[in-house]
Structures are given as C-alpha cells and as structure tokens.
C-alpha cells in the first residue's frame, strides 16, 4: 500500500505505468458499489432500510430501557454472592494481576525486540492505539460497567489496575534477558497463588459467582486440562498397545457424552469415587468435570497438531542421535503446539461459553445471576430479561472476540501458516 | 565371512579397515523387495558414490544404515557395532553417524545456531557456549557466519543445504550419509553446496553419497556403486567406472543420463 500513489481521476501518472489507487468521490463510489444495476439498488435499499430500522431500534432500546435492574444486580453479576464486605479482595486481586500482566507484556515485548535485533527480522512496538484498537470490546465493556455503578470504588479500581498495568510495562522491558526467560512461569504461579489466597482466603471458591466465576472455570478448566490432553494426545499416539487404547477408550467415551451430563455426574458420582469424608466442595466437582470434558477435546487437538508436523523432522532428529523423548519435546511438540493455536482457540472460546452451564448444578454465573435478579420481587415478571441478556451477551462477546483477535495475531507472529 | 563374501567382485570391498559393512542386505515395504542381498564395505575416510535410476534403493539402502529404516536380514556394522534392535545400539551409531537430507529438514522453529547446537547440547552434553563455539566455527567452514542468528525459513535452499551439512557435522560423525544433497535446489546454488561436499571429502571425511551428480562422483568418488532395482549392479572407481562399465544395464543408464 505504501508505495501506491493516490491519486485523482484525471491524473497522467496513470500513463507512467505505476500502480495506481483511483480515489473515487463519495456519490461516484456509491454508484459504482451500490446501485450499479436495479437489483443492486434494490439490495441496496433493502438491507439499507432495514440497517437503519435495526439502528433505530437499538437506539430506542438504549434510551427507553430502565437500566435500573443492571445497576442493583451489578455486583451479584460480576461476582455473585461473594460477601460484600469482602470485595476489597477481589480488587486488591485485580490490581495486583495487573501489576503481573504489565510485567509479562513488557517482557515479551523485549523478548520480541531482541529476537528481530538478531534475526533481522522485521519488529516494530507497538504503539498505544494499535493496543487500543486490540482490546477495545475490553474497554467497552469495563465503561459500561463503570457507568452502571453506583458507587465510586469501582471507578478507583479501574484506574488503580490501569496504572498499575501501564506502570509495569516499562519494567518488565526493562528486565535482564535471563531473568526475563524463567520469568514466564514464575509469574503465572504467583498470579494463580494471589487468585487463590487473595480473593478464594476469605470466602472458599464455593462462594465465587458471576462473570468472575466464569472467567475462573475457563482459565482454570484450560490450565489443568491442558496437561492432561497432552498426555492423552501423546498416550493415542503411543506404540504400546495397553496405553493406546486406554487414550483412545477416555477420548471417544467423554467425547461421546454433553458436559451438562458430565456437570450433574460430578455432582452425583465424583463423591461415589473419593475416599469417605472427603466431600469435595460444588465449584471442586465443577472444575473436575470440566476438566475431565475438555482434556479429551485438546487431545484430539494436540493429536492434529502432531499429525502436522512432517516426517522428515523427526527423522532429522533421530539421525542426529536425540532419543524418542528427546525429539517429541525439543523438535515436534513446539511445532505441533504451534499449530494447533487455530482450533485450540476455538475450545478455549467454546469452553468460555459453556462455562454457563454450571446453572444446572445450582452455581449462580452471569447468566444465572440475570435469571435470578429476573426472579427479584421489584423486578418479577416485567420482562427485564430483554436488558439483563444483551448485557450477559456483551461480556461474552467480548471475551471471545479478543480471545480470538489475540489468536490470529499470535498465529501471524509465529508465523503459522507463512512458514 | 572373507569367503562368504569372495563371491562378489572384490570391488565391493575397502581396501583399508572397514567401517560400514553390510552382508546380504535385504529389505522389504510390505510385499515389495526394496534391497535384495546387498554386500559392501565402506573404508575409513573413503567417499563413495551410489548412482542409480529412481526407485533403486539407494537412498533406502543410506537410510538403513543409521536405521531410519530397519533392514530385514543380513547385517549391518558401524563403527563395529551392529545394527540390532537394541535402542543403544541404534543411538550410539546415530550419533556416529552425520545425515544429510534432500529436503534439508531443518528445524524451523530454531534459530540457525540452535538448530547446530541442539544436538551436541542434548545428546552430547556439551555447555551452551563451547557448543556455539564449535557451531561459529562450523557455519565459517560453510561459508556461512553471518546468518546464525536467523530462523532457516530466512535462508535460501543452498545456504539451508549447508546449515544441515553443519548441524550434522556438529556432532563430530566419523561417516556422513548423504541423500541426494542437491536434488531439491536450483541450479545456481547446486555449486556451493558440493563445493562444501569436495572440502569435507579432501578432508578425510567418510562419505556415503547418493546423488545424480557425476561430476562429483568423477572428481571426489573413491568408488562409485550402481544400483537397479534394489540390488548392486557394479561397482568401480570413477576412471573406471564411467570410460569402462561392464554391466549392460550400467551402460544403459550412463547412455541415458550423460
């Protein structure tokens, strides 16, 4: 696009043979794009009006609606039923996590800027308002929550974890390469030691609720599944006969069953399992049974991924002399993991979304909290479903649309694909 | 085995101490033979060329050597070690053994150097920076220096081609196998690669190399094997083997591609 020259109909540097943008005036571009033939311009005016009808609608929606029922029930939908006088936790959590989060960006955006000094490569930082253009459904939805608050703590949160993220950028750039190596996990571990002293100490996780405890079940359902679908992966690809069909039997037996079913199993059968007196807690058996569910998926994952890594690499590496285990963890694995970001991705969004189900077994999440403040005695049967569901359906929106956005970006800088 | 093996024309025999043996190789893929009885020795820092039409054997016949393929009966020695089942076994002559693949088989997600010092690291257990050292020197031999840091997706095919040459090198072998080295790459950068091939072989390497370039075979092969339908048609030096052949079907195949 760079080296193309815009210019003006009429202009003779068109006759220089250089490529050339024609920039056409709005009423010619309209013509051209719109009403080239009667039935582009009846298309045209069709799903026009019927554009505009939808925006009008939206717009009313917007400014009729009585936002009263979001605004009482927002802390029982962001965290259900934590204990209110315990909601510094939380914040102090999110602050901290955001401290964390600065950190690992600036890092790897280090780690990036010594990777292109020493390939060549190209690599430019990236600048606030690319960031902003990422992550702005994210900061959509945060003022939508911040507007609907009634208090002022939630506005010094938002800033507190603002500052607190940018603040740490600098510092995690900063960081000496060696330290910024190991530094990946270490962080990870803290964050999750926070998560669980901070804001699971005072209350136990049988008492998370809302958006917090969907976010809780994906991050947490992704982190020990992961391992475990690897293994599966690995176990199905094994050439000993005993380990291969006990991969292939727990693949094809929880792929065969919905997770709802495996949700209310875990709240009837997983106690059968345990030992007597051990009586494991509700959102416990949840993480369990989502687990179990999702390991199965990210083996059939992985497995694709290992099918996509060619022959020749692993012949490559045997004939330099690595053993078996060598090659899977230095030569295929990282190519396979790399590969399979796409539908990885995918199960991460599709597991996000499903995290609702958990109001089968009685755990109050976004969307149960919406039916509940639905079933409040102020807001009983007036219909009020039609505000509290768009507003469940952003904050998933949301989050799926950056998790995948993130996706294709992290696809292209690996380079899957273009390779 | 000296009588077993007198059978054969004495050109399938090294003249020094051995240090690949086969006797009566054979190989199947399912039903189809691949190899059929193959005898041939290899001396130590001998080059020898295997030429033949496609679907010969020759590269399956390399690839037994370090195992990629199992041979079904007869035996091979490296180094006076079998090739058996035995997982040892097996290592310890990969790691005696260099190779080298018509499709490079680099690893992309690896820098240059890293695909150089992988394996001295893992298998050697050599430190981080004596193995960079070793791999700095090896890229200078092939010319090459500047482009450690960059991924080999950034290389071009030749410059690839002699990455994998140091990567195998890397692990000091005492043979190298080639497979075809120069198949996959354009004419243009064919040259600096064998030219890489003609240092290593002035340098005493052990070379088994399978390739359609005969001026290679002509001016570095100690002995030229021809291989048709997986078995040894006829073995001789170059002078010999090209201005000379004795076989029909040898004549045949030199006719055509000459």
Same mark, same amino acid.
């Given at each position: 696009?760079?080296?193309?020259?815009?210019?003006?109909?009429?202009?003779?540097?068109?006759?220089?043979?250089?490529?050339v943008e024609v920039r056409l005036g709005a009423w010619a571009w309209a013509k051209?794009?719109?009403?080239?033939?009667?039935?582009?311009?009846?298309?045209?005016?069709?799903?026009?009006? #019927?554009?505009? *009808?939808?925006?009008?609608?939206?717009?009313?929606?917007? !400014?009729?609606?009585?936002?009263?029922?979001?605004?009482?029930?927002?802390?029982?939908?962001? #965290?259900?039923? !934590?204990?209110?006088?315990?909601? +510094?936790?939380? *914040?102090?959590?999110?602050?901290?996590?955001?401290?964390?989060?600065?950190?690992?960006?600036?890092?790897?955006? *280090?780690?990036?800027?010594?990777?292109?000094?020493?390939?060549?490569?190209?690599?430019?930082?990236?600048?606030?308002?690319?960031?902003?253009?990422?992550? +702005?459904?994210?900061?959509?939805?945060?003022?939508?929550?911040?507007?609907?608050?009634?208090?002022?703590?939630? +506005?010094?949160?938002?800033?507190?974890?603002?500052?607190?993220?940018?603040?740490?950028?600098?510092?995690?750039?900063?960081?000496?390469?060696?330290?910024?190596?190991?530094?990946?996990?270490?962080?990870?571990?803290? %964050?999750?030691?926070?998560?669980?002293?901070?804001?699971?100490?005072?209350?136990?996780?049988?008492?998370?609720?809302?958006?917090?405890?969907?976010?809780?079940?994906?991050?947490?359902?992704?982190?020990?599944?992961?391992?475990?679908?690897?293994?599966?992966?690995?176990?199905?690809?094994?050439?000993?006969? *005993?380990?291969?069909?006990?991969?292939?039997?727990?693949?094809?037996?929880?792929?065969?069953?919905?997770?709802?079913?495996?949700?209310?199993?875990?709240?009837?059968?997983?106690?059968?399992?345990?030992?007597?007196?051990?009586?494991?807690?509700?959102?416990?058996?949840?993480? %369990?049974?989502?687990?179990?569910?999702?390991?199965?998926?990210?083996?059939?994952?992985?497995?694709?991924?290992?099918?996509?890594?060619?022959?020749?690499?692993?012949?490559?590496?045997?004939? #330099?002399?690595?053993?078996? +285990?060598?090659?899977?963890?230095?030569?295929?694995?990282?190519?396979?993991?790399?590969?399979?970001?796409?539908?990885?991705?995918?199960?991460? %969004?599709?597991?996000?979304?499903?995290?609702?189900?958990?109001?089968?077994?009685?755990?109050?999440?976004?969307?149960?909290?919406?039916?509940?403040?639905?079933?409040?005695?102020?807001?009983?049967?007036?219909?009020?479903?039609?505000?509290?569901?768009?507003?469940?359906?952003?904050?998933?929106?949301?989050g799926s649309y950056v998790m995948s956005r993130e996706a294709r970006r992290l696809?292209?800088?690996?380079?899957?694909?273009?390779? | 085995?000296?009588?077993?093996?007198?059978?054969?024309?004495?050109? =399938?025999?090294?003249?020094?101490?051995?240090?690949? /043996?086969?006797?009566?190789?054979?190989?199947?893929? $399912?039903?189809?033979?691949?190899?059929?009885?193959?005898?041939? =020795?290899?001396?130590?820092?001998?080059?020898?060329?295997?030429?033949?039409?496609? $679907?010969?054997?020759?590269?399956?016949?390399?690839?037994?050597?370090?195992?990629?393929?199992?041979?079904?009966?007869?035996?091979?020695?490296?180094?006076?070690? /079998?090739? =058996?089942?035995?997982?040892? &076994?097996?290592?310890?002559?990969?790691?005696?053994?260099?190779?080298?693949?018509?499709?490079? &088989?680099?690893?992309?997600?690896?820098?240059?150097?890293? &695909?150089? @010092?992988?394996?001295?690291?893992?298998?050697?257990?050599?430190?981080?920076?004596?193995?960079?050292?070793?791999?700095?020197?090896?890229?200078?031999?092939?010319?090459?220096?500047?482009?450690?840091?960059?991924?080999?997706?950034?290389?071009?095919?030749?410059?690839?081609?002699?990455?994998?040459?140091?990567?195998?090198?890397?692990?000091?072998?005492?043979?190298?196998?080639?497979?075809?080295?120069?198949?996959?790459?354009?004419? /243009?950068?064919?040259?600096?690669?064998?030219?890489?091939?003609?240092?290593?072989?002035? $340098?005493?390497?052990?070379?088994?190399?399978? @390739?359609?370039?005969?001026?290679?075979?002509?001016?570095?092969?100690?002995?030229?094997?021809?291989?048709?339908?997986?078995?040894?048609? /006829?073995? $001789?030096?170059?002078?010999?083997?090209?201005?000379?052949?004795?076989?029909?079907? =040898?004549?045949?195949?030199?006719?055509?591609?000459?």
């Amino acid at each position: 696009m760079s080296d193309r020259k815009v210019i003006e109909v009429g202009d003779d540097s068109a006759a220089a043979g250089r490529p050339v943008e024609v920039r056409l005036g709005a009423w010619a571009w309209a013509k051209k794009n719109l009403f080239s033939t009667w039935y582009d311009a009846l298309l045209t005016l069709t799903l026009g009006s #019927l554009f505009v *009808a939808f925006g009008w609608t939206l717009i009313r929606f917007l !400014f009729t609606s009585d936002f009263e029922i979001l605004r009482v029930n927002l802390a029982l939908l962001m #965290l259900g039923e !934590f204990p209110r006088d315990q909601l +510094w936790r939380p *914040a102090v959590a999110l602050i901290l996590i955001a401290v964390l989060l600065g950190l690992m960006a600036g890092m790897g955006s *280090a780690s990036a800027r010594d990777t292109a000094e020493q390939t060549g490569l190209p690599y430019q930082r990236s600048r606030p308002l690319a960031v902003l253009r990422r992550f +702005w459904p994210v900061l959509v939805f945060v003022l939508v929550v911040l507007i609907l608050t009634e208090t002022v703590a939630p +506005w010094l949160v938002a800033v507190s974890v603002f500052v607190a993220g940018v603040g740490s950028f600098p510092l995690g750039r900063a960081l000496p390469g060696g330290v910024r190596k190991r530094g990946w996990l270490i962080l990870i571990v803290i %964050i999750a030691a926070i998560f669980l002293v901070l804001v699971g100490g005072g209350v136990g996780w049988d008492g998370w609720g809302g958006l917090h405890l969907n976010l809780f079940l994906t991050v947490a359902g992704l982190l020990l599944a992961f391992p475990l679908g690897l293994m599966l992966a690995l176990g199905r690809r094994s050439t000993l006969p *005993a380990l291969r069909a006990m991969s292939v039997t727990y693949i094809e037996f929880i792929r065969g069953v919905p997770l709802i079913t495996l949700l209310l199993l875990g709240q009837f059968v997983i106690g059968f399992f345990l030992p007597a007196g051990f009586r494991p807690g509700n959102v416990t058996r949840i993480l %369990i049974a989502i687990t179990l569910f999702e390991a199965a998926y990210i083996a059939e994952v992985v497995r694709g991924g290992l099918q996509s890594v060619p022959s020749g690499q692993v012949e490559a590496s045997q004939a #330099l002399g690595l053993a078996p +285990w060598k090659t899977m963890r230095r030569i295929v694995l990282p190519q396979a993991l790399r590969n399979t970001i796409p539908a990885m991705v995918g199960q991460f %969004i599709s597991l996000f979304k499903d995290t609702t189900l958990v109001i089968v077994v009685n755990m109050i999440d976004i969307l149960g909290a919406s039916q509940a403040a639905n079933a409040q005695g102020s807001f009983l049967a007036q219909g009020l479903h039609r505000v509290t569901l768009p507003f469940v359906a952003l904050a998933f929106w949301v989050g799926s649309y950056v998790m995948s956005r993130e996706a294709r970006r992290l696809e292209h800088k690996l380079g899957v694909g273009v390779r | 085995m000296t009588d077993q093996r007198s059978v054969f024309a004495d050109a =399938t025999q090294a003249k020094g101490e051995a240090i690949i /043996e086969c006797v009566g190789v054979d190989k199947f893929f $399912g039903d189809f033979q691949a190899l059929y009885d193959i005898n041939i =020795t290899v001396g130590l820092q001998e080059v020898v060329v295997v030429i033949g039409p496609s $679907g010969s054997g020759k590269s399956t016949l390399i690839r037994c050597i370090n195992r990629l393929e199992k041979h079904d009966r007869g035996s091979i020695r490296v180094d006076g070690i /079998e090739l =058996t089942d035995d997982v040892r &076994n097996v290592q310890e002559i990969r790691r005696e053994t260099g190779m080298v693949f018509q499709s490079f &088989n680099l690893f992309p997600h690896l820098t240059v150097l890293d &695909n150089i @010092t992988l394996a001295p690291r893992q298998v050697r257990h050599i430190g981080k920076d004596a193995a960079e050292e070793d791999a700095m020197s090896l890229l200078d031999r092939v010319g090459i220096p500047e482009q450690a840091r960059k991924y080999p997706g950034q290389l071009s095919g030749g410059q690839q081609q002699r990455v994998a040459i140091a990567r195998s090198l890397a692990m000091k072998p005492k043979v190298m196998l080639f497979d075809e080295p120069t198949s996959a790459l354009d004419p /243009e950068m064919i040259k600096e690669v064998l030219d890489v091939m003609v240092e290593l072989a002035k $340098g005493g390497m052990t070379m088994i190399v399978v @390739t359609h370039e005969m001026g290679f075979a002509r001016a570095v092969a100690d002995r030229v094997v021809f291989m048709s339908d997986g078995r040894i048609v /006829e073995v $001789g030096t170059p002078e010999h083997f090209f201005t000379n052949p004795e076989e029909d079907r =040898t004549k045949l195949f030199l006719s055509q591609i000459l």
